[in-house]
């Protein structure tokens, strides 16, 4: 690509200092063989010095012109190359090229130029391509170099990036432990990593530890100080909620919302047990927004008592009854939005989706779409609708047709009864 832009910025300087110089001094170069050399010698100093200076890194913007100048010519020679053999005449070999060609012999090359200052990138690499494949290299954008991290060659280089990087990790650690996102903790504790991670391409500088020993540590104690920052949310929470907020409900609901949606974004990075402290620090805070009209009942209930829950009631009460079945992480969704899904439970590990219906008659087959469609959203491998009556034969067809589950009053009592009730 450099070999590319200095013959093609050598050969147009070339040309332009030898025009200028027929200009100013057509006879004499013409007649005096001593003044035409002297030309040429001028010429073709001068168009190596523009090919140093428009080339060197050390002149920023004499090499962002130098792009635009090779693009030009280098796009004016393919033309005029181009063009010896388009209008080539096969009786006398001459080459008449017709005036049509000579406007687009200038007019391209000066829109490809006009084109680089804006699109940098798609010029450089349609024109200066041809350089890998003659080299053999795979052809790579600049993002993708960028994106790579090549360690300095030399031992000073490497240790000046050495202190740098122990410095990015350092802060990136101390604004991980201090976070009560538990999504910006994951952010600044993934910066720390990466930062460890290239210490271990550092192989000339010296380190008090090991940083390949770190990036392991680091590794290891992560769900731990997952755990940690999910505790911090959540005290910031319950902080907020108890003080700062306790006049306003609405801002205390924005609160229980923020953790929420902060905790559920990142959970894919979760263990099972730190899912667990998870969804317990979810409902915690749940619980101190509800009014206690809506509090989770314990599960001492009667099944007739059942009957005259409401909707919010039951679903924390199915949740309750749940979890002394044997579920683990249970948690509800959000009230808006849920997507026909109320209750998210685990159990041998295998992921339910359920509706909780509380209902004076009996449920058709609309729940058992709904759950059927929401499981798939939320990553569920069972759907299954639970309710405090029973189902009517359209919903036992289309729970038979989907694999739904139907936990009916029956079912519902069978859970109370073994959970000692």
Request: charged residues 25%; contains cysteine; glycine residues 4%.
């Amino acid at each position: 690509m450099k070999l590319i832009k200095i013959v093609s910025i050598f050969f147009g300087s070339f040309m332009i200092f030898a025009l200028a110089l027929s200009f100013i001094i057509p006879k004499a170069a013409g007649e005096d063989n001593t003044m035409s050399e002297m030309c040429a010698i001028i010429c073709f100093s001068a168009a190596i010095l523009s090919s140093i200076f428009l080339t060197s890194k050390k002149y920023p913007k004499l090499k962002k012109a130098g792009d635009r100048v090779a693009v030009f010519f280098f796009m004016f020679f393919a033309l005029a190359i181009a063009s010896s053999y388009i209008f080539r005449k096969a009786d006398s070999g001459a080459t008449a090229v017709p005036v049509w060609y000579m406007i687009i012999l200038l007019a391209v090359p000066a829109v490809c130029t006009a084109l680089y200052g804006k699109m940098h990138e798609s010029c450089k690499n349609l024109i200066f391509s041809i350089s890998s494949i003659i080299r053999n290299k795979n052809f790579r954008t600049k993002k993708s170099e960028e994106s790579e991290f090549k360690a300095p060659r030399t031992k000073k280089k490497q240790m000046q990036l050495a202190d740098e990087l122990i410095s990015k990790t350092n802060t990136y650690v101390s604004l991980a432990n201090e976070s009560d996102c538990v999504s910006l903790f994951i952010l600044w504790y993934d910066k720390a990593l990466d930062c460890i991670l290239k210490l271990t391409y550092l192989n000339k500088a010296k380190f008090k530890g090991s940083p390949n020993a770190d990036y392991r540590r680091l590794q290891d104690e992560f769900q731990w100080h997952l755990c940690d920052a999910i505790v911090r949310a959540k005290d910031s929470a319950i902080s907020e909620i108890k003080e700062k907020y306790k006049n306003s409900r609405e801002f205390q609901r924005r609160s229980f919302d923020s953790l929420e949606n902060d905790i559920q974004s990142v959970q894919f990075r979760f263990s099972p047990d730190t899912a667990e402290l998870a969804n317990e620090a979810i409902e915690e805070v749940r619980c101190l927004i509800m009014p206690k009209s809506v509090q989770p009942k314990h599960i001492d209930d009667s099944i007739d008592a059942v009957d005259g829950m409401d909707g919010i009631v039951f679903e924390n009460w199915c949740a309750n009854l749940l979890r002394n079945n044997g579920f683990s992480n249970v948690r509800l969704t959000t009230t808006s939005g849920d997507q026909g899904v109320d209750v998210i439970a685990e159990k041998d590990g295998i992921k339910y989706a359920i509706q909780c219906k509380c209902y004076s008659s009996d449920l058709g087959n609309k729940p058992v779409q709904e759950v059927n469609t929401g499981k798939t959203i939320y990553n569920c491998q069972i759907g299954a609708v639970m309710t405090n009556r029973y189902f009517t034969k359209g919903a036992k067809e289309a729970a038979s047709a989907t694999g739904v589950l139907l936990w009916d009053r029956d079912k519902l009592i069978q859970m109370m009864d073994y959970s000692g009730i």
